[in-house]
């Protein structure tokens, strides 16, 4: 008897000494998953807030989603879907079943596509339900996660029921701001798939050079039609992170694109060749 209590007193302080180790740390966590040829950025706050920016394009994300957030505060206070395309969507509807999600941010485009009339249809449920919130992109629409600052860059107006021609270009832009404990301040550029078109509708919109961007995560996986030159040199990322699958059809990323990045000195990750980019402050 003494022998199974001795083991059970050690399961449980074996328990409470592993439950104690997945509570904040006091850090900003910005991991770029790696769920192959797609998009999935998780973001937490030094006080635990969890924020999930696309999904990719499987159920990868579940696997990245484990190892982060403890199995006993299934929570996500954020969940993003930058655009409608696949390799950002799908992971997300695996996630809204697994996970409590707090807030959806959309922009509310019309395109025609299985998995984006599923994941509406589900959230639009929850919604009914009371169990989240839902809220639409656009650039004076910002949000507040624990101490990390959301800005909104793009859209620049609501789209919400509106054709694009090109759907990239709908993608949800972010400009994440926050402080360490010295009173730094810290810069975290997201851009979506956004190309051109759009790069330049917020080269126009914001007067300002951000020359402090810390990071950035290359547009459209670093495609060839994004990440033109003048939008980097408005930003001046220190730091550019590529989100692509090994040996993917589509080439990303394209040596056009490295070449800018090249240009203006930055340091370039890819998930293709490191598997998932974490960052701590």
């Given at each position: 008897m003494k022998k199974y209590f001795l083991i059970i007193l050690g399961l449980c302080y074996f328990g409470i000494f592993w439950m104690l180790s997945e509570l904040p740390d006091g850090k900003i966590h910005?991991?770029?998953l790696d769920v192959g040829q797609g998009d999935a950025v998780f973001i937490k706050s030094s006080y635990g807030h969890n924020v999930l920016i696309d999904g990719g394009p499987k159920s990868d994300v579940l696997v990245e989603l484990n190892r982060r957030i403890p199995f006993f505060m299934?929570?996500?206070d954020l969940m993003v879907l930058t655009h409608p395309h696949s390799d950002h969507l799908d992971g997300l509807i695996k996630v809204l079943?697994?996970?409590k999600v707090e807030n959806v941010l959309i922009t509310g485009v019309e395109y025609k596509n299985s998995y984006y009339k599923e994941f509406l249809k589900d959230i639009a449920e929850k919604a009914g339900q009371n169990s989240l919130k839902i809220h639409f992109a656009e650039a004076n629409f910002d949000f507040v996660v624990g101490d990390i600052y959301f800005d909104t860059i793009y859209p620049i107006k609501s789209i919400v029921g509106k054709n694009f021609k090109n759907i990239n270009n709908s993608s949800i832009g972010f400009l994440i701001k926050f402080s360490d404990k010295n009173g730094g301040i810290h810069r975290v550029l997201l851009n979506?798939?956004?190309?051109?078109?759009?790069?330049?509708?917020?080269?126009?919109?914001?007067?300002?050079?951000?020359?402090?961007?810390?990071i950035f995560k290359a547009s459209h996986h670093a495609s060839k039609t994004a990440n033109t030159i003048g939008f980097l040199e408005k930003f001046r990322p220190?730091?550019?992170?590529i989100s692509c699958g090994e040996g993917n059809s589509f080439g990303h990323p394209h040596q056009e694109s490295l070449l800018n990045f090249q240009k203006?000195?930055?340091a370039v990750f890819r998930t293709d060749l490191s598997g998932t980019i974490q960052f701590e402050w």
């Open positions: 910005v991991d770029f299934k929570e996500i079943e697994r996970y979506g798939d956004n190309e051109k078109e759009a790069e330049d509708a917020i080269i126009k919109t914001y007067s300002a050079n951000y020359a402090d961007i810390e220190k730091n550019v992170v203006i000195g930055a």
